[in-house]
């Protein structure tokens, strides 16, 4: 006799989903007010959540959403399978009216292709192999693929690592693979997408230092700049450039902006304006650009703000001698080759940050208030740019952990730390406790955040990849 439908075995694909259903059940119930909850649309009802409740709502639908994702990647890579050119106008996709099983994906999603490709490329990339005996064989990226299927990752996470990886795997040694799979998955759990993003160029060059090269000759073949005016007298400027072009072009943009963001702060030194300077954050990056132009046209003198601005290029001492390895450029995450960042290196208006030769005095004590321009270049070597939230480097500023009036907290590395105006504010405001030493830097969180109080590392550390650290 049949079960009725609340009896009926869950399928095992569905398990999870079912399992996070109930748990977005259960907080969506303890989120709302005690003395009972006015029934109503969806919004009514998460209006009138506490904030530790929304904060636990949000956690679950995000975790019921990376299942549901990563089923349907599962899903488009058996529907893929099914489409192949061997089945000809019967394959699934074709024989349903869509030209290949990308289209079949976003046409049901109602997202791009370029979303549905993906999901593709994850559930084939994560999917167990099959021999022609019919045994399973584990998947391609089995770190990942357990990853996935526990909910640790999300689609997107996934993506970026198992395309790199195929892209260096022609290259590298396959267990040295294997330990940088493992750490890119054990970072990808820690961290947003935008930090692991720096993480896997990172993890690529080391995994692949001979590839370095060829990828960046090709992107340097890819720059390109293009001018045109439209109907409205605008004109449209589209660059797409490789590192070593954008440095010198980023940098000195970022420098004028962060002035002009420095003279709005209350209590600059100096006159205050006569005009409130209103413009949004791009419209002073059209400003910028355009006055640096006006001055290489006819002002023989440099601009203050870049009169102060170098592009810093950081590259390991046996780098510079050999020519082996890779290198960074302070505020681009992709990685450049060791014969690149040496010609910059020699560049007379670039500064080379190599680390492993012989060190400036960077401890100063309490000699002097003000962080030297040595210690930030060793600060934003272990910090990265916002040591809290990876902010780009330009937008950052060196601060003492430890206070200089009120807790005379001395001016040297192990006291200072760069972070972002908002961190810095919060990081304050909340009770954050930080400590630092010279390779790492960590967060803990006051009682109120977290109860147990587990110290968060932060800096540089937080997205590169470690391959001890790997679980």
Not at 350 to 378: H, M
Request: aromatic share 2%; with cysteine; charged share 25%.
């Amino acid at each position: 006799m049949e079960q009725p439908p609340h009896q009926q075995q869950v399928p095992l694909a569905l398990v999870a989903l079912e399992r996070d259903v109930a748990a977005l059940r259960e907080v969506w119930a303890g989120s709302m007010p005690a003395f009972g909850a006015i029934g109503g649309a969806a919004q009514v009802e998460i209006e009138q959540m506490s904030d530790a409740g929304l904060v636990q709502v949000t956690d679950a639908l995000a975790k019921t959403r990376r299942d549901i994702e990563v089923l349907l990647a599962t899903v488009a890579a058996e529907v893929t399978k099914r489409s192949g050119p061997e089945f000809g106008d019967v394959g699934l996709a074709k024989a349903h009216g869509f030209h290949n099983p990308a289209r079949l994906i976003a046409a049901s999603t109602g997202a791009s292709r370029a979303d549905a490709q993906r999901l593709i490329a994850v559930g084939t990339a994560t999917a167990q192999r099959q021999t022609f005996t019919g045994e399973r064989l584990p998947s391609r990226h089995p770190h990942v693929a357990a990853a996935l299927e526990s909910g640790r990752i999300g689609v997107e996470a996934a993506s970026a690592i198992t395309q790199m990886l195929d892209r260096a795997s022609a290259r590298a040694v396959s267990s040295k693979a294997d330990i940088v799979e493992a750490a890119l998955v054990d970072l990808a759990a820690r961290v947003p997408l935008d930090l692991l993003n720096r993480g896997v160029r990172e993890a690529e060059a080391r995994l692949d230092p001979d590839g370095v090269e060829p990828r960046e000759e090709h992107l340097r073949m890819e720059r390109s700049l293009t001018i045109r005016e439209d109907g409205h007298g605008m004109l449209h400027l589209h660059a797409r450039l490789d590192p070593e072009t954008a440095a010198p072009i980023k940098t000195a943009i970022e420098a004028l902006v962060t002035d002009t963001l420095r003279h709005r702060e209350p209590g600059e030194p100096g006159p205050a304006p006569v005009v409130d300077d209103r413009r949004s954050i791009p419209q002073i990056q059209a400003d910028a650009l355009a006055a640096i132009c006006r001055h290489s046209l006819g002002c023989e003198q440099t601009l203050t703000p870049l009169a102060k601005t170098t592009v810093v290029v950081r590259l390991d001492h046996d780098t510079l001698i050999t020519g082996l390895g890779h290198a960074r450029i302070d505020g681009i995450d992709q990685p450049i080759s060791a014969r690149t960042a040496r010609r910059m290196s020699a560049d007379a208006e670039l500064i080379p940050a190599v680390l492993g030769g012989d060190s400036l005095p960077l401890d100063l004590g309490r000699t002097a208030r003000l962080f030297t321009k040595a210690q930030r270049l060793a600060l934003a070597e272990r910090d990265g740019g916002c040591a809290s939230c990876g902010q780009n480097i330009t937008y950052v500023d060196a601060h003492h952990i430890n206070w200089w009036e009120r807790d005379t907290g001395p001016t040297d590395l192990t006291n200072g730390v760069l972070l972002c105006t908002p961190c810095h504010h919060m990081i304050h405001r909340d009770g954050w406790q930080i400590h630092a030493n010279p390779s790492e830097i960590w967060f803990t969180p006051p009682p109120h955040i977290d109860p147990e109080q587990v110290p968060r590392l932060g800096g540089r550390a937080r997205f590169e990849v470690r391959e001890g650290r790997a679980a």
